[in-house]
């Protein structure tokens, strides 16, 4: 079932007496049984784990796993020393948490299809949306993000394409599972009808902030456009904000969108 993910930061564990949370990151040759291994040890001093990735490294054969666990403080050692001498454990880091809002000490960006990602809480957007408007007023903010999404929706198709191929209209099931796993929105479908889109997207960040959509309105339409080679224009049809159940774009060809 989809649920809230903390991303490397955990906001409240209860910690026993004589507990520490610690934040582990094991550089483990990529083979079967290396995670099962490692937990085992860890199981073996009374460790609890609660939280833990695995993701590639930039060494052959290696891959890192990083966790976050409790464990008593007085065999914290003992468990690292045990834990370096396992012939699967290349390289370990660790630190002891504890504060009550941990966030990974291991870990200084996030990257996505190659490139660097940042996170804003949508607190934050609210500021950005609303200084903007204050600047440009409503309906030059509302145009300007637009263009932006506009560029945005190419620059996003010409990414996708180098690293999964040219796959035309199903490229948009792509995009939608990067707008999933960027927390963007919470679900999303697309159908043909004729020359026009109809995508529908759930819990869309845009209006939760914004109360309706243009940059992400923008970005389906520029990412069409790339996609069929001629200019196409989005429209919002529905929207939570309004009290639909989901969002729904119409995204159709015209003679010409916005460009900068």
């Known amino acids: 079932m989809p649920h809230n993910l903390p991303l490397f930061t955990i906001t409240s564990i209860s910690r026993p ?14 083979v079967p049984g290396a ?20 993701h590639e490294s930039d060494k052959p054969g290696l891959a890192w796993w990083c966790t976050f666990l409790l464990v008593k403080e007085d065999s914290v050692d003992e ?4 834990l370096r001498k396992l012939d699967l454990v290349s390289d370990l880091e660790y630190t002891v948490h504890r504060d009550r809002i941990i966030i990974t000490r291991h870990h200084d960006r996030i990257l996505s299809l190659g ?18 408007g204050k600047t440009w007023g409503t309906e ?39 707008m999933g796993g960027t927390g963007w929105i919470s679900g999303g479908s697309w159908r043909k009808d004729g020359e026009k889109y109809i995508i529908r997207l759930y819990d869309l960040f845009e209006c939760e902030i914004a109360g309706e959509s243009h940059l992400v309105r923008g970005e389906l339409a520029g990412y ?12 919002e049809v529905k929207c939570k904000a309004r009290g639909d159940e989901y969002c729904e774009f119409v995204v159709e060809p015209v003679e010409r969108v916005y460009e900068r």
């Open 17 to 30: 007496e004589g507990y520490v949370v610690l934040e582990l990151s094991l550089l483990l040759k990529d």
């Open 35 to 54: 995670i099962h291994s490692v937990s085992n040890v860890i199981k073996s001093y009374g460790g609890d784990i609660k939280w833990g990735v695995t």
């Open 79 to 82: 468990m690292i020393e045990s």
């Open 115 to 132: 490139g660097r990602a940042i996170l804003f809480r949508t607190e934050w957007l609210k500021h950005i949306h609303a200084a903007v």
């Open 140 to 178: 030059g903010a509302k145009a300007l993000a637009y263009i932006v999404g506009v560029d945005m929706g190419k620059a996003a198709h010409k990414s996708h394409v180098s690293f999964i191929g040219d796959l035309k209209d199903e490229l948009l099931s792509f995009l939608l599972e990067m």
């Open 224 to 235: 069409i456009t790339a996609i069929r080679g001629r200019d196409y224009k989005a429209t």
